[in-house]
């Protein structure tokens, strides 16, 4: 199913090129395939410039957000917790446009400035939203929400200010994904590879926190580095998926909630498919967003809030008879 | 009979105090629980128990005070070192729903898990045996949160034998459960403790069963201790009646001997 939406984004676009011919250019940039065909020539450069570097882009960006996702809800054991809702993204939005407009070193510091945003933020929510020795569902989303609108307001005074990148910035800001060839992908790349790994290899302890941070501790978790540990790999993720993609809402939320459904509550299962699915659900989203209204594409971010936030609103209304989370 | 080993705990609570914030919670309470010994730890509610529970397993820091397993402070223990000499079955309550019985049991297995949690040969040997002893191997495909609360209990008890630690800390276990499965899981422990010397730290709300369970009992009191020592010295009419502010008598029992109370209604 991934691959089969990978090879329909590749190939289609403003310009259609047939999936036949995207797979045969695709495998003739392999060394050890000698394919030719008759396509126009601006095929292949729409295809290796544009569409594969984006396509790849896309799907690690959905895969970062889904992963992401999976983490924080088991970290604050909250079904709604999303790197969207709980304010991480507009923080890591922030600490990019920041850099943005700030720094003439630009892109390769992006990442970086979007990931100390990301800290900063899920350390002011959490520290918001604690009653006690638990994080319940309603102060965490309200502090989430609070955090998160305080950093776009920041974002957009930030936008307004430096105003010839606002443009750019606004796109982002819906989860656009402008930006184009292969440059991004090689910066953002290895964050978050090392990000997903680390999330990944959580999955032990995320299930063995479910029991509570008390009797984690008990079972013999050293609770206080595991969580610091998630919450690195978790904003690292989100950060760079942030830095290149703009904000992108609810596929970190709605992403993990499926694959629980189906496949259960085993951490070390849901991080890896979350991954999985959340790189086809974006991919998905992103096509429809360059069909629909084509040639002109749509930010992604406004195709996952249309579907998402209904999806939200289900979850929230079957959130206190819960039984399989 | 097993009380004789005097001076050689394996469990040293020294002068012990505790707050949560402002209010005091454990004031200077010391105790000492031996090795082969179960120790019941009985009090109104509000005396400090699960504090006390809370402390020695190290998850709250003491303001004054010390403890000492195996004669080692227990702070100085990493949460891994310290899960293989000691395990704690909380109260049932708040339990990941989404796991099966069985995945719950394996992850008192953690301290000996890797990073990954793979589990190796060992690790699923003991989580059958325990959950054999604790009769809950026909559930073990069921979700946690579809079983009942004097299961999801026996779930908790069966985790800590799997954690296979000298040192057992149990708050209230007997709470949910119907008379048998009570019976049961003290009968259970008390031949876990003969065959194993096991030692016990167990807070109780059933002054019988106490009495009939534990070798000696020590008796909270608004975070003080206020007595310790056999039961039939501890369990006395004078000090339930002082402590609990309830008219009760005892008597021994006729065949066993031992010593049971009963509330004046």
């Given at each position: 199913m991934l691959v089969l939406a990978f090879v329909l984004s590749i190939a289609l676009g403003a310009v259609t090129i047939p999936p036949g011919n995207a797979l045969r250019i695709l495998l003739g940039k392999l060394p050890w395939f000698e394919i030719s065909g008759n396509w126009p020539e601006y095929f292949e450069t729409i295809l290796w410039e544009m569409r594969l570097p984006h396509t790849i882009l896309v799907a690690l960006t959905g895969a970062a957000l889904a992963g992401?996702g999976a983490?924080?809800?088991?970290?604050?054991?909250?079904?709604?917790?999303?790197?969207?809702?709980?304010?991480?993204?507009?923080?890591?939005?922030?600490?990019?446009?920041?850099?943005?407009?700030?720094?003439?070193?630009?892109k390769?510091?992006?990442?970086?400035?979007?990931?100390?945003?990301?800290?900063?933020?899920?350390?002011?929510?959490?520290?918001?939203?604690?009653?006690?020795?638990?994080?319940?569902?309603?102060?965490?989303?309200?502090?989430?929400?609070?955090?998160?609108?305080?950093?776009?307001?920041?974002?957009?005074?930030?936008?307004?200010?430096?105003?010839?990148?606002?443009?750019q910035?606004?796109s982002f800001?819906l989860g656009g994904s402008t930006v184009a060839g292969w440059e991004p992908l090689k910066i953002a790349f290895p964050y978050l590879i090392?990000g997903m790994t680390?999330?990944v290899?959580?999955?032990?302890?995320?299930?063995?926190?479910?029991?509570?941070?008390?009797?984690?501790?008990?079972?013999?978790?050293?609770?206080?580095?595991?969580?610091?540990?998630?919450?690195?790999?978790?904003?690292?993720t989100?950060?760079a998926a942030v830095s290149f993609s703009g904000v992108i809402g609810f596929v970190g939320?709605v992403v993990p909630h499926v694959i629980?459904m189906v496949w259960?509550?085993?951490?070390?299962k849901?991080i890896p498919l979350s991954i999985l699915g959340g790189g086809f659900t974006l991919l998905i989203s992103d096509l429809a967003a360059r069909i629909v209204m084509a040639p002109r594409s749509l930010p992604v971010g406004i195709v996952t809030a249309l579907v998402g936030?209904?999806f939200?609103?289900?979850?929230?209304?079957?959130?206190?008879?819960?039984?399989?989370? | 009979?097993?009380?004789?080993?005097?001076?050689?705990?394996?469990?040293?609570?020294?002068?012990?105090?505790?707050?949560?914030?402002?209010?005091?919670?454990?004031?200077?309470?010391?105790?000492?629980?031996?090795?082969?010994?179960?120790?019941?730890?009985?009090?109104?509610?509000?005396?400090?128990?699960?504090?006390?529970?809370?402390?020695?397993?190290?998850?709250?820091?003491?303001?004054?005070?010390?403890?000492?397993?195996?004669?080692?402070?227990?702070?100085?223990?990493?949460?891994?070192?310290?899960?293989?000499?000691?395990?704690?079955?909380?109260?049932?309550?708040?339990?990941?729903?989404?796991?099966?019985?069985?995945?719950?049991?394996?992850?008192?297995?953690?301290?000996?898990?890797?990073?990954?949690?793979?589990?190796?040969?060992?690790?699923?040997?003991?989580?059958?045996?325990?959950?054999?002893?604790?009769?809950?191997?026909?559930?073990?495909?069921?979700?946690?949160?579809?079983?009942?609360?004097?299961?999801?209990?026996?779930?908790?008890?069966?985790?800590?034998?799997?954690?296979?630690?000298?040192?057992?800390?149990?708050?209230?276990?007997?709470?949910?459960?119907?008379?048998?499965?009570?019976?049961?899981?003290?009968?259970?422990?008390?031949?876990?403790?003969?065959?194993?010397?096991?030692?016990?730290?167990?807070?109780?709300?059933?002054?019988?069963?106490?009495?009939?369970?534990?070798?000696?009992?020590?008796?909270?009191?608004?975070?003080?201790?206020?007595?310790?020592?056999?039961?039939?010295?501890?369990?006395?009419?004078?000090?339930?009646?002082?402590?609990?502010?309830?008219?009760?008598?005892?008597?021994?029992?006729?065949?066993?001997?031992?010593?049971?109370?009963?509330?004046?209604?």
């Amino acid at each position: 199913m991934l691959v089969l939406a990978f090879v329909l984004s590749i190939a289609l676009g403003a310009v259609t090129i047939p999936p036949g011919n995207a797979l045969r250019i695709l495998l003739g940039k392999l060394p050890w395939f000698e394919i030719s065909g008759n396509w126009p020539e601006y095929f292949e450069t729409i295809l290796w410039e544009m569409r594969l570097p984006h396509t790849i882009l896309v799907a690690l960006t959905g895969a970062a957000l889904a992963g992401s996702g999976a983490a924080f809800q088991g970290l604050f054991r909250n079904p709604l917790a999303d790197p969207y809702l709980i304010g991480v993204a507009s923080g890591a939005g922030l600490g990019a446009i920041a850099i943005m407009s700030f720094s003439q070193a630009g892109k390769y510091l992006v990442p970086i400035g979007a990931f100390i945003g990301a800290l900063g933020t899920i350390y002011a929510v959490y520290a918001l939203a604690k009653v006690g020795r638990i994080v319940p569902l309603t102060t965490l989303i309200l502090a989430g929400v609070a955090v998160g609108s305080f950093a776009s307001a920041l974002t957009s005074f930030l936008m307004l200010v430096s105003d010839q990148m606002i443009l750019q910035a606004m796109s982002f800001l819906l989860g656009g994904s402008t930006v184009a060839g292969w440059e991004p992908l090689k910066i953002a790349f290895p964050y978050l590879i090392a990000g997903m790994t680390m999330l990944v290899i959580s999955g032990h302890s995320l299930n063995v926190l479910q029991f509570g941070e008390e009797q984690a501790q008990q079972l013999g978790l050293p609770v206080e580095k595991v969580k610091i540990l998630i919450i690195v790999a978790a904003s690292l993720t989100t950060a760079a998926a942030v830095s290149f993609s703009g904000v992108i809402g609810f596929v970190g939320l709605v992403v993990p909630h499926v694959i629980r459904m189906v496949w259960g509550g085993d951490y070390k299962k849901l991080i890896p498919l979350s991954i999985l699915g959340g790189g086809f659900t974006l991919l998905i989203s992103d096509l429809a967003a360059r069909i629909v209204m084509a040639p002109r594409s749509l930010p992604v971010g406004i195709v996952t809030a249309l579907v998402g936030a209904p999806f939200f609103l289900w979850i929230l209304r079957r959130a206190k008879r819960e039984v399989f989370w | 009979m097993r009380s004789g080993n005097q001076g050689n705990p394996v469990l040293d609570i020294r002068s012990l105090s505790a707050a949560y914030g402002e209010v005091t919670a454990l004031d200077r309470v010391s105790i000492s629980v031996n090795r082969g010994e179960i120790l019941g730890l009985i009090g109104p509610n509000g005396a400090g128990k699960s504090t006390l529970i809370r402390v020695v397993s190290g998850i709250l820091k003491a303001k004054a005070g010390e403890v000492l397993l195996n004669k080692q402070n227990i702070t100085s223990y990493t949460p891994s070192q310290r899960a293989r000499v000691l395990a704690v079955v909380p109260q049932a309550r708040q339990l990941g729903g989404a796991f099966s019985v069985e995945q719950a049991v394996l992850l008192g297995r953690t301290a000996y898990l890797g990073f990954l949690g793979k589990p190796s040969k060992l690790d699923l040997e003991k989580t059958y045996w325990a959950m054999e002893q604790t009769e809950v191997t026909h559930l073990s495909e069921r979700k946690l949160a579809e079983i009942s609360g004097g299961e999801q209990q026996r779930v908790l008890l069966a985790r800590a034998l799997a954690q296979d630690t000298p040192v057992l800390l149990l708050d209230e276990p007997t709470n949910h459960l119907d008379l048998k499965y009570q019976v049961n899981l003290l009968t259970l422990l008390k031949s876990l403790v003969n065959k194993q010397n096991l030692t016990v730290l167990m807070a109780m709300h059933d002054l019988n069963q106490v009495s009939g369970t534990a070798d000696r009992v020590a008796l909270l009191v608004d975070g003080c201790l206020h007595s310790i020592g056999k039961p039939e010295e501890v369990l006395t009419p004078e000090n339930i009646n002082e402590t609990y502010q309830t008219k009760v008598e005892s008597f021994n029992h006729p065949r066993t001997g031992k010593h049971y109370i009963f509330p004046m209604m």
